[in-house]
């Protein structure tokens, strides 16, 4: 069980470094 | 009936001078802090900063872009939510822990580790009876400091912004997070701690306290009861910086209701004022890093005028009594809805507190918030949803505000036909997105998050107040979550695997949804140059752009939650007056 919320931490935040990468592209193609 | 008493106006005129004489001098104290500018008294601290730095291999010359800010924040939030998670689930073979607590369960574990990491400070546990003097201290107070500084250091990145010109750069997220807890947090939380010891916040690591009744009791089984097992602990040093960092999350479950954690009027003072105390300064830093104080007034005046009209609201809400109460005979003429408060503290200083706790994102509670009147509850959970930019949190607050002032200059630029502009930058369709998404997110995160649970029947098994009370129990949990207050209408069942996960998720989403593009702005114009004003230009330290900022941040928080709020509070309201 542990295991299941350490990966949900995980997976969350490097679907926000994903996100500041899509906003880095979306700022240099603005 | 009198709805403003002499001892309301002493009480928020005590408040209010207090605050606005400490918002100047350390406004200015902390934008030189941001600045590099270490006063000479904080200076014997220089050696412990530089060896942060060589332990963590830091080069604090070495600015970040943007994106590499950003990074580095969610690197260090990771790491903070993995480490609190650790400490609760490993606490039962940890040392610090006499009353021999066992581990929370995993999913509360995992809501607590996201509430003290983002600096929302929601707690479904009790902390007398749940959590260890190590959990308490290392993992709790500990992100109490680090979760503020992050989200200071992240306000300094975007008056760099602001203020610098064609500079790829906006600084260094660890030499901020660094200097924001060394030379600010720390030291005013010591002087808080001291001075909340004064008044008798108890400061102990000793085991719990089994103490002789006076007069004994018999318990609901008939059997006699000659003492009674007092909690004590490490309080007055988490309560300095619960209230200081906005976290909000009290060392014991009745929080600063308790008379071990907030025992005297003096105490209550200081605590209200603390909770303000950093958030309004911050106003004045930025004021003071852009080269124009006049803009951190006037968005402190914007902020102050919005708490006014709310603290009207709820004073004269709880002054004027529970119409339920009255039908039934009660005598609500002297002290007013008295019902979820402490006789010590009374309406106008619940009230006060109440609403100071929901404007600035802290949290913490001298009342229970579900016990006021409907619509002294909806201006508390209204206050949330605005996006927490009425003071908001230490940092993210200010953050929100200059995100609606973007939005406001934007909306200014429309009417007159003008490219928008705000400090001499231009404001482009890249920030305005990003604005629009420091909006909108936290309020989605809130209205998703109701339907969700209101849908489900998890989410409903843990309403146990039917009918429009239950459902705004149920609206101010995430209204609370998604905007990183931490405070509760008590009477929700939360400590369950599906309200631990989505408010953890909602937490999550509210903080990170908000840090990473007021960074991306803060990027943005930081490379900017810097347009010098003209005759179109609209000035942004005028009465007139207070009250446009104003409108701007009341008009969307009305759009965005009426029809929420009249399901619950509102239809409430009704209720009980027809």
Redesign the interface.
Known sequence: ??F???V???V??GG??L???L??N??SE? | MVLMTTNALVQVGLFATLLLAAVKPLGLFMAGIYEGRIPRPLRFLGPIERAVYRAAGIDQGAEMI??RY??AI??F??TS??TV?GCQ?LQGILPLNPEHFPAPT??S??NT??SFATNTNWQGYGGESTMSYLTQMIALTVQNFASAAAGMAVLAALIRGFARRQSPTIGNFWVDLTRGTLYILLPLSLIMAVALVSQGVIQTVSPYREVVLLEPAVDVDGEPVTSRRIAVGPVASQVSIKQLGTNGGGFFNANSAHPLENPTPLSNLLQVVAILLIPAALCLSFGQMVGDRRQGWAILAAMSAVFAVMLALVLVSEKHGNPALTRLGVDQAAGGNMEGKEVRFGTATSALWAVATTAASCGSVNSMHASYTPLGGLATMWLMQLGEVIFGGVGSGLCGMLAFALVAVFLAGLMVGRTPEYLGKKV???EM??AALVVLIPSGMVLVGTAVTVAVPQGRAGVFNPGPHGFSEVLYAFSSASNNNGSAFAGLKADTPFYNGLLG?AM?VGR?GVL??VL?IA??LAAKKHVPAGAGTLPTHTPLFIVLLVAVVVVVGALSFFPALALGPIVEHLQLTS
Do not use: E, H, N
Request: aromatic share 16%; with cysteine; net charge neutral.
């Open positions: 069980m542990d299941a919320w350490l949900a931490v995980v969350f935040f926000c470094d996100a500041t990468r906003l880095a979306l700022q603005d | 943007w994106r950003a990074t969610l690197a939030s990771t939510v993995l998670y689930r995993p999913d574990a995992f580790a996201v482009g369709a890249f997105k990003m998720l999550l990170f990473i593009p991306a990027g943005s």
